[in-house]
Structure formats: structure tokens, C-alpha cells
């Protein structure tokens, strides 16, 4: 039986397993794809302090790597369920793992827009992060897809960097709160193009346009160096529902301790209830959940 199962291998799960062997306790950190999460594929981060520029894949190894020479054992192996009290059974599709505490710690999926070649073209003109890759397209032409609060917070962040922000939505109402749309309605440097959904990713071995098409079929061409989609997020953790309690759109609830209702379970990361899904934050979570999974296994004994 281990000490503490951390289930995802992204930046919130390693620092976990990072602060859990220094405190002397066994881990098993299971990964569903490839250790470093979301950020493997980003070609630059300049936003995590101390490190200037580091691409995803060299934060990701050197993150995997710090943990690995502490001792943290890792499998690739998706968790399928996490049951049991006293003794926590985390079971895989070959294995079944025991115990005495849990980290969640698996993360959340951007929502695709679902336009050719966009999977392709993330880092060459497509992003799913404002905060993250806003800042490389200072007195730019960009937009916003999207009609809720991220897609307007996007879009006056953004506003602030570049030339010109167009905000597309396919609908001419918004989830998003009155008064930001109303804030954002008032930025000079913002467009909307209402009614409208992304056609096409007009490419030159990076995104230079987008097509665009309204209600009544008219095809337009918008120039743009980036477009930001902000379309929702997947929390994975639908297949915890048994130990998490999730708010309405699936996060799991538990505040900056990262600790949950059930005994012994923790979550650190994108998939928890926060204002700022980030690395330094998925970090800080990974710090905090152990910390506090070390005090539980502690009063145990
Ligand atoms: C394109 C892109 C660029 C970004 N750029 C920046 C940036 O420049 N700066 C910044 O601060 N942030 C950036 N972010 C945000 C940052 O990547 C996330 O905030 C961070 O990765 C969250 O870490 P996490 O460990 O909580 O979750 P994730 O990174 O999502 O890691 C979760 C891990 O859990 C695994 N997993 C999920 N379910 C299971 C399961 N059932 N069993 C086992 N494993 C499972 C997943 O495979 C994944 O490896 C970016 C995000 C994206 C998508």
C-alpha cells in the first residue's frame, strides 16, 4: 500500500508528488497520456516566474524529472475509480492500487471550436489562454470566439495589448455579466461580429485570417494573427463523482486547503473551484494538497 496515490502527472500532480517524498511519504502518480499535462505543447511560458522563457516540453521534463530523482513512481495508467474509507482503492483498467490517501489532481480539457486544422495550428495562431500567450501579440490584430465571461475577460485583457480585438459569437446575446459586456462594448479597439461562427483558419505555416460566416450564409474574411477560443473548459473529473462534490460546471469543490469532503481525498489544479487556472497556481495546489494529505496521514499514526 502506498501513502498517497496522485492521480495526473501534470504540474499540479508532480509538485504534489514533489512535496510528498520530501515529507518521507510513498507515491504512486498515475497518468492517463504523457507526464507534464496540458502545457507539453506550448512552445513558450514566460509568465512562470524565475524561468524567462521555457518551452511546455522543458517544463514539463524538468518538472517529471525532479520528482522522478526524489523517487516518485509513476505509471502510465488512466484512473478509472477512486473508492473505500480508511483504505482508498484507485483502480486502472489492468491494476487496482491501494491507499491511505488520494490527490486528484487530473486537470481540464479546453473545448475545441471543431474547425479544420486547429489542433494543428495551437502555438502558430491558436490559443485557448489569454493570460497565457496574450502578451505575444502586443499591437496585433486578434479575436475572441466565445459569449461568456472568459471569452469577454479574454477579450478586454487582450484589448489592452493589442490593435484590435474582434469578439465572435454565434448568437447577439451573451452569458456573460451585463456590465462587462457593456464595459467591453465601450473599448475603442473591440469588434463585434455577432451571429457569426468561425468557417476556416486561413494558415501560412501560421494563422493569418479566419472565415467567417453570419445567420443569413454571407462568407467574410477577418486578418487576424491569433484567435483566442474561449468556448469552455472540461473538468476530468466525472469519473470521481463519488468522492468529489462538483460544482454546475464540474469542477471540484474544495477551497485554497485543496481539501474535499471525503476523508483523505485532496485536489490540486485546473480541476478544482478557482479564479486562476495557471502553472504557478497548478503548482501551488500541488504544494498545499500534499501538504495537507502529509497532515492527514500524520494524525493517523
Ligand atoms: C495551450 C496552452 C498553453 C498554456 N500556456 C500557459 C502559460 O504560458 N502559462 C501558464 O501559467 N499556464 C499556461 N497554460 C495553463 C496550464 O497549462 C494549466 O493551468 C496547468 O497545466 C494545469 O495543471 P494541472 O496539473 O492542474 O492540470 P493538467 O495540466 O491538465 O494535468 C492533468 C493531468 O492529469 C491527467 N489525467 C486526467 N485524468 C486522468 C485520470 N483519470 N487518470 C490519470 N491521469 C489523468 C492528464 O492526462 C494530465 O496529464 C496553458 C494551457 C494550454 C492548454
Redesign the pocket.
Known sequence: MYDIII???????LSAAIYALRASKTVLV????TY????V??PD?E??PVEEHISGFEFATKLYTQAANLGAELKFE??LSVEGEAVKTVRTAKNSYEAKAVII????E?RKLGVAREEEM?GKGI???AT??GAFYRNKKVAVVGGGDTAFEDAAYLADIADTVYLIHRRDTFRAAHTTVEKLQSRENVQFVLNSTVEELLTDKKLVGIKVRDKAGNESEIAVDCLFVAVGRIP?NK?FKNVLSLDSEGYAVAGEDCITDSQGVFVA???RVKDV????T?TADGAVAATNAVKYLNALT
Open positions: 492521480i495526473g502527472a501534470g504540474p499540479a500532480g498515475l497518468e492517463a497520456n507534464g499535462g496540458q502545457i505543447n506550448t511560458i509568465n512562470y488512466r484512473a489532481a487530473s486537470g481540464a479546453n495551437v490559443s485557448y489562454c497565457c500567450d476530468e469519473d489544479g485546473d480541476n487556472r495557471q502553472l504557478v497548478a
